[in-house]
Antibody, heavy 120, light 111 residues
Framework: QVRLQESGPGLVKPSETLSLTCAVS?????????WGWIRQPPGKGLEWIAN???????NYNPSLKSRVTISIDTSKNQVSLKLISVTAADTAVYYC?????????????WGPGTMVTVSS | QSALTQPASVSGSPGQPITISCTGT?????????VSWYQQHPGKAPKLLIY???NRPSGVSNRFSGSKSGNTASLTISGLQAEDEADYYC???????????FGGGTKLTVL
């Protein structure tokens, strides 16, 4: 069974860098697959952040592209996200997810999410 | 403001069918057969219900079905059940640089 588990600091100060990790179990991320990060501010809707292909190719939401880096570590079977210069607007639950094979938008396996609060 | 437009709320009685709409443009919903639907219960991660407009992942009830006409996609739930009460989100591939866009979400209440 494929499982994803996000981990992160919980609380980040404004202007600092947020680093998140998604550990994947039950599936090799070296397989032909795409992985993504999606976030959800409290009480609001979903926002796609970025995707990465198992070979390292990336796509970013233009609204976040200048501040975001997504990466993949096949040796650890995990996907990571880095967001620099955070503000209160980055407060959200951050999810990692596996994209459906051959689809361009659907994510079929999601982690439970990790809440990140940006506050001094 | 979300890229895709969904009604903020819908409601129905147990056993009745309901439909949730998702309106976009020819750059997303209308231009490609890459529309997905998710169900999200409070405090939980979204669950994929429909992908590529009409496809249901293994394990998803056949009470959930998807369709599309022009720039509007729809999720239909037949035979509403109490456990269907949740938030529902649509998403679509977009030819703009954003790549993936979501709707603002629809809160379904089972009366």
């Amino acid at each position: 069974q494929v499982r994803l588990q996000e981990s992160g600091p919980g609380l980040v100060k404004p202007s600092e860098t947020l680093s998140l990790t998604c550990a994947v179990s039950g599936y090799s991320i070296s397989s032909d697959s795409h992985w993504g990060w999606i976030r959800q501010p409290p009480g609001k809707g979903l926002e796609w952040i970025a995707n990465i292909f198992h070979s390292g190719g990336t796509n970013y939401n233009p609204s976040l592209k200048s501040r975001v880096t997504i990466s993949i570590d096949t040796s650890k079977n995990q996907v990571s996200l880095k967001l620099i210069s955070v503000t209160a607007a980055d407060t959200a639950v951050y999810y990692c997810a596996r994209r459906v094979a051959y689809s361009l938008d659907a994510f079929d396996i999601w982690g439970p999410g990790t809440m990140v609060t940006v506050s001094s | 403001q979300s890229a895709l437009t969904q009604p903020a709320s819908v409601s129905g009685s147990p056993g009745q069918p309901i439909t949730i709409s998702c309106t976009g443009t020819r750059n997303d919903v209308g231009g490609y057969n890459y529309v997905s639907w998710y169900q999200q219960h409070p405090g939980k991660a979204p669950k994929l219900l429909i992908y590529d407009v009409t496809n249901r992942p293994s394990g998803v009830s056949n009470r959930f079905s998807g369709s599309k006409s022009g720039n509007t996609a729809s999720l239909t739930i037949s035979g509403l059940q109490a456990e269907d009460e949740a938030d529902y989100y649509c998403s679509s591939y977009t030819s703009t640089s954003t790549l993936v866009v979501f709707g603002g979400g629809t809160k379904l209440t089972v009366l």
